[in-house]
């Protein structure tokens, strides 16, 4: 059975960081394309951030490149998304998702499995 749990969400000032992770159980982690989505109250879900299945490729929404970080650790199964610098703009519900092979995909329908995700809130 496949499950990804995200955690680490939570309250932040304005400027601050948050480092999320999802742990990932009941595939082989090494074949998948991971990645990140958020959706804000009211919003569409968007595109974060993606990581190919080596890591040494990633790819960043423009709203957050220079910010965010995705970074994998395939021995844990786990994928961590660094965020600093953080903006109110940014609350959300953090999902991550994961999409078996390589590339870059941006629409959350080319995903196959989700996270139930993890709230960020950023006072101003």
């Known amino acids: 059975q496949v499950q990804l749990v995200e955690s680490g969400g939570g309250l932040v000032q304005a400027g601050g960081s948050l480092r999320l992770s999802c742990a990932a159980s009941?595939?082989?982690?090494?074949?998948?394309?991971m990645g990140w989505f958020r959706q804000a109250p009211g919003k569409e879900r968007e595109f974060v951030a993606s990581i190919s299945w080596s890591g040494d490729s990633t790819y960043y929404a423009a709203s957050v490149k220079g910010r965010f970080t995705i970074s994998r650790d395939n021995a844990k199964n786990t994928v961590y998304l660094q965020m600093n610098s953080l903006k109110p703009e940014d609350t959300a519900v953090y999902s991550c998702a994961a999409r078996r092979g390589g590339g870059y995909y941006v629409r959350e329908v080319s995903y196959e499995y989700w996270g139930k995700g993890t709230q960020v809130t950023v006072s101003a």
């Open positions: 009941g595939y082989t982690f090494t074949s998948y394309l």
